[in-house]
């Protein structure tokens, strides 16, 4: 054990307390420490004071415990951890003369011998939790004595609660615990973790405790039947706190049909007029209930409730609705409710107006983003009458939006956590929170902080010592972009940090296109550089278009001057095979005409046409094929058509109207077309498109056309000869390059 302790304690023991410990004991100044079986050897040194004794055997505890060394005289604070033997023997405590606070707890310990606590004179306060299997009976014969006459309080935390059976607090429990007839002096008493069979408050009452104690722990206990409640016609005069949370009651609603209505709350509850704190927490979730929804309007105005706290956390409330008048003391009193981690999901202002000193009020983790978008109207106004209002909590409520005159009355606000909502701006207004110490928007979902609210911020810091107000604005989504708020937001929190800003540092993030910067990192130089890069791509998108386009220009007419010079190369080809006879057609192009159009064809277009194309390509060669010159007599017509049309490179068509009616031409037309031969329409006359047949307006729809125009001298083309005659010899270079291919 010894050589095991630390290097300093062992220094401690062999100088400070060389005397003062025994080897099983640690002494650390006036506080020694010891784990021993028995006590009795322990020596202790002057100035010990408080004594922790750790792996007791109780069946070793005697009246010689403590009593044959007068040191124990000085202890004042004496924690026992006993193991093992059922009994705790009489006057075991003797010469602790000096005692003040004695803990005992032995998980084994049933009964206790009635002189057990003789001596114990000057004891204020006996902790005997724990001692989870000591039998009631035993332990109120021995509170039914003269022992323990200056005692205010007492911890009975878990007696008896690890037996199946429960207990009873009745008669027989208070009054030997208030002393028969010492009348001690209890102000304060623990008796949370205990199951109670039954709870008489009227025994409570009668036995005299309202006169001393002062606040009474119930918490996590388990009450199956409350007698005398609705039954007390008096306050318990000296009851200030009361806490049961987390215990199971039994349902008083059913045993007092009474107390369904509210107006008869005040004649039952006149026990706890004087109840200053009263904490319920976790009463609604043991006992399985529907969630609580009180719409229920009460007059207490005749119920002097002196509450101040009011504490009703974890209960599954999920509406208060409810208008209960006050009576004009309670409105005075009341300064402290939390509501914290219910459901709730709409509070009338009128529920929270009447208590008009409401200094403190928790609603956090709640649901009351339903409030705020079903009910904003009654949102916007729930402080609004608790204008003494220093800490309101409105954290954990998923609200996504605070209405711009939330708070504009609750000038004396300290501290407002709004923390954890869904909050993403901040347009309400805080200018006249003067009195602001802390201001919690921590977790919600601001990207940015636009230019008023940074100001009203700041001109509230200002107006303060810089460690007089924290604003929290840490943990939100902030957006580093190019976009001036953003920037702005994250240079603002960046030169107030040391100021008025909450740290820590480093949760203050943002996101820049995806990546996570730490704003008191690098944040602000990345995102410099992104945005220097962004100006730049920018500044190129608005010139390259414009660099584009001349270079579009240039490349257009490159390829076009290419193109001309490459079709001029290939006519001066095709006029150099042609005038070497190499050319693989018989003509360039065939004229199809009706015998109605023979006169003009034939004496005037026929001729110039083939002489253009000789002076085009330098050749005698008759260059166009048409009937009246190439079809060979006695032939077939059809025949004699289609070798001219195979001969041809490209079919020129003299429409008119009765070209259009021949059924030969239209023999011609088709045979072009089944053919894929080039075909170029030159009109002889205005020919409407539904005088044409199918085939013949096809081609007109796809293909552009050449006129003839009579004039007073003799008529002429439109476009002109040498431009037909080009397109002629380009068309031909193009069918010639596509047999080619074939
Ligand atoms: C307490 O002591 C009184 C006498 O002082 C006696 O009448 C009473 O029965 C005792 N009660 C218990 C529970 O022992
Ligand atoms: C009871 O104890 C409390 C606190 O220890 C003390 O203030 C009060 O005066 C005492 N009452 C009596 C009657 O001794
Ligand atoms: C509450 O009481 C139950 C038994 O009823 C026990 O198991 C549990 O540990 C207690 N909880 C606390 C926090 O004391
Ligand atoms: C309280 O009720 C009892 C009877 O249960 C009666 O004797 C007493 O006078 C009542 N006290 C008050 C203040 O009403
Ligand atoms: C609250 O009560 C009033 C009047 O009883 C009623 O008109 C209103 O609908 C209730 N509001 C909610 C949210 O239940
Ligand atoms: C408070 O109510 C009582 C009656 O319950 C009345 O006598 C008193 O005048 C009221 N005080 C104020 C300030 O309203
Ligand atoms: C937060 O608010 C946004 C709209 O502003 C909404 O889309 C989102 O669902 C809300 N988130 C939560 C957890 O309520
Ligand atoms: C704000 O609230 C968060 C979350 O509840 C908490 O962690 C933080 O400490 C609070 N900030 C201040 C300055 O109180
Ligand atoms: C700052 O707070 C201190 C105490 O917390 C107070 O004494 C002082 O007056 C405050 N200063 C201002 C300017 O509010």
């Not at 949102?379 to 209405?403: A, D, E, H, M, Q």
């Not at 976009?483 to 820590?504: C, G, S, V, Y």
Request: aromatic share 10%; with cysteine; glycine share 4%.
């Amino acid at each position: 054990m010894y050589s095991t302790l630390p290097l300093t304690l062992r220094v401690c023991m062999f100088i400070a307390c060389s005397s003062a410990c025994s080897t099983s004991c640690v002494c650390i100044e006036d506080k020694a420490t010891c784990i021993t079986s028995d006590p009795s050897k322990i020596v202790l040194n002057e100035n010990i004071r408080e004594v922790v004794l750790q792996d007791i055997e109780s069946s070793l505890l005697s009246e010689q415990t403590f009593s044959t060394n007068p040191q124990w005289s000085k202890v004042e604070t004496l924690k026992i951890f006993a193991v093992g033997y059922k009994f705790l023997a009489n006057r075991v405590f003797t010469g602790l003369s000096g005692l003040t606070y004695l803990g005992f707890h032995n998980e084994n310990m049933h009964f206790m011998k009635k002189n057990t606590f003789s001596g114990l004179n000057n004891l204020k306060e006996l902790d005997f939790s724990n001692n989870i299997r000591l039998r009631v009976s035993s332990f109120k014969k021995i509170m039914n004595s003269t022992h323990l006459p200056r005692l205010n309080k007492l911890r009975l935390n878990g007696m008896y609660s690890a037996e199946v059976d429960a207990i009873d607090a009745n008669n027989d429990l208070f009054q030997s615990v208030a002393g028969r007839d010492i009348k001690r002096n209890i102000t304060h008493l623990d008796i949370s973790n205990i199951n109670f069979r039954d709870f008489n408050f009227d025994a409570f009452f009668k036995s005299g405790l309202c006169n001393t104690v002062h606040e009474i722990y119930l918490r996590n206990a388990t009450i199956q039947n409350m007698h005398g409640f609705g039954y007390v016609n008096e306050s318990c005069s000296s009851l200030k706190i009361i806490d049961i949370s987390d215990s199971q009651l039994p349902n008083i609603l059913r045993h007092h049909s009474a107390m369904s209505t509210l107006a008869s709350l005040c004649r039952l509850t006149i026990f706890y007029f004087n109840v200053e704190e009263l904490y319920m927490n976790g009463l609604g979730t043991k006992k399985n209930t529907p969630p609580l929804q009180d719409d229920r309007d009460g007059d207490l105005r005749s119920c002097p409730y002196r509450l101040r706290t009011f504490s009703l956390e974890n209960n599954l409330i999920k509406r208060l609705n409810s208008t209960v008048k006050l009576h004009n003391q309670t409105q005075k009193t009341m300064e402290w409710i939390s509501l914290s981690g219910n459901i709730l999901e709409f509070i009338s202002p009128q529920f929270l107006c009447q208590s008009m000193n409401l200094k403190y009020l928790d609603l956090s983790g709640n649901h009351l983003h339903k409030m705020q978008e079903y009910y904003e109207d009654q949102f916007k106004i729930l402080t609004k009458y608790n204008t003494k209002l220093k800490v309101l909590k409105l954290n954990r409520n998923g609200i996504s939006c605070i209405p711009f005159n939330m708070f504009l009355t609750n000038n004396e606000l300290e501290e407002l956590d709004l923390s954890h909502n869904n909050i993403s701006s901040l347009d309400f207004h805080i200018g006249l929170l003067t009195n602001l110490k802390v201001l919690n928007l921590s977790y919600n979902a601001i990207s940015y902080i636009d230019a008023k609210a940074r100001a009203t911020m700041q001109q509230l810091a200002a107006a303060k010592n810089p460690q007089n107000l924290t604003i929290d604005l840490s943990n939100m989504p902030y957006i580093c972009s190019c976009d001036d708020n953003h920037i702005e937001t994250i240079k603002w929190i960046h030169r107030n940090l040391d100021t008025f800003i909450a740290r820590p540092r480093e949760d203050y993030i943002c996101t820049l296109q995806g990546e996570r910067l730490y704003i008191f990192q690098n944040a602000l130089e990345k995102t410099n550089a992104y945005c220097r890069e962004q100006n730049i791509k920018r500044n190129l998108a608005i010139c390259l278009p414009i660099v584009c386009v001349f270079l579009l220009i240039g490349l257009l007419i490159f390829f076009k001057t290419q193109r001309s010079r490459r079709r001029k190369r290939e006519r001066k080809n095709l006029r150099s095979q042609i005038e070497l006879g190499e050319f693989p057609m018989k003509f360039v192009a065939f004229l199809s005409f009706s015998s109605d159009d023979a006169e003009l064809v034939v004496n005037t277009i026929l001729p110039k046409l083939n002489s253009e194309l000789q002076l085009k390509t330098g050749t005698n060669r008759v260059l166009v094929c048409s009937g009246d010159r190439h079809f060979r007599p006695g032939y077939a017509l059809g025949e004699e058509i289609i070798r001219c049309i195979e001969d041809s490179a490209v079919i020129i068509m003299a429409v008119s109207k009765h070209f259009c009616q021949k059924e030969w031409c239209r023999k011609e037309v088709q045979e072009t077309y089944d053919q894929n031969k080039p075909i170029v329409l030159l009109f002889l006359e205005r020919v409407e498109p539904d005088e044409m047949g199918k085939v013949l307006r096809k081609v007109f729809n796809r293909y552009a056309h050449a006129s003839w125009i009579p004039d007073t001298d003799g008529g002429h083309i439109e476009p002109d000869w040498p431009i037909l005659c080009d397109a002629l010899l380009d068309l031909t270079v193009a069918e010639l390059e596509k047999n080619r291919v074939h």
